[in-house]
């Protein structure tokens, strides 16, 4: 099994591991299916003939892993959610990412997971076993450190395959434009908005009082799964929210019988004290306005596809890839607007 390094003594002594590599294949593993507030649990990086498991939740400073990093090009798999978990903990990356899901799309490959791409290039078929297990809980099991190893042991010899792959294809300027673009979006901190979070799958089926009492249960869910750091699906399910929400607002029986003691208070509680709301506090419904198509905004649209879609033929490329249906309709209705902020590689495959 390979050994976590969890104290500042053990990260010193591999740190001179990295110093002769320019590109280091990183990973993460998070506990967002075990906690309410995610967390950082491990670190996968790998260097030629060693692999290394490093642990956040251990009281060492990572600032000398870091800073050891510092200026090296990150090898990573799908890099928005790691670059996002890193940030939390004080490492934000500055130098260039090859991001390989972003490479082996641009090069064509329509199974471009990391278990697909190690599966195609070294025939090993990686355990699923472990994608939903407890990476907070410590020790680390043999089979999960091994899922951990993995998720970085292939980066460095998969990443050199598809950049010989986007030369020969001479779209080695798009992946740097694509990769710059995912660096700049993970450093972007997304606000959720108040009167849109509570509105989960299902919700748009209740009206009026529903939707109030759907509203508190959403919020009480919220506070109960804060106060035991656990997911609110620990709680109650959100279609069971929705539910709950409608029968009550026909005045029906609910029960649950999961529900003790003061948790099972503050549940009723917040269903009466939303079904008291007068009807000018109940949830207003929210209809962003999207005004129709002009005739001509119609045809640039159907000419903008007709474009995009021959050249994903030609390119053997998903055409999403080049732009969206929702930026092609924005391209037709602002089209200066939306060239300026898709990547002058979309642009010149578009004409725009």
Known sequence: MQPLIDTADALHAVLPLFAPHSRIPIDTEADSLHCYFEKLCLIQISVPDQDLLIDPLAEFSLQPLFDSLAGKELIIHGADYDLRLLRRVGFVVTAPV???????????????????LIKRYFDVQLTKGSQKANWARRPLSPQMADYAVKDTHYL?????????????LDRVEWFRQSCGKAVASSAIIKERDPEEVWRITGSKDLKDRASAILRALWHWREEEAKAIDRPTFHILHSEQLVDAAGRFDREQEVDFPQLHGARRRRFYEAVEQAKALPEDQWPKIIRKPRPRPTRGEEE??????VKRDTAATELKLDPSLIAPK????NLAANPEETAARMLPWQRATLGV
């Open 156 to 168: 460095l010899e998969i990443a050199s395959i598809l950049e010989t792959e986007l030369t020969r």
């Open 98 to 116: 090859f991001d390989t899901m972003i490479a082996a799309r641009l090069c064509g490959i329509e199974e471009f997971s990391l278990a697909a």
């Open 326 to 329: 929702s930026m092609l309709e």
């Open 300 to 305: 640039r649209f159907k000419s903008f596809k």
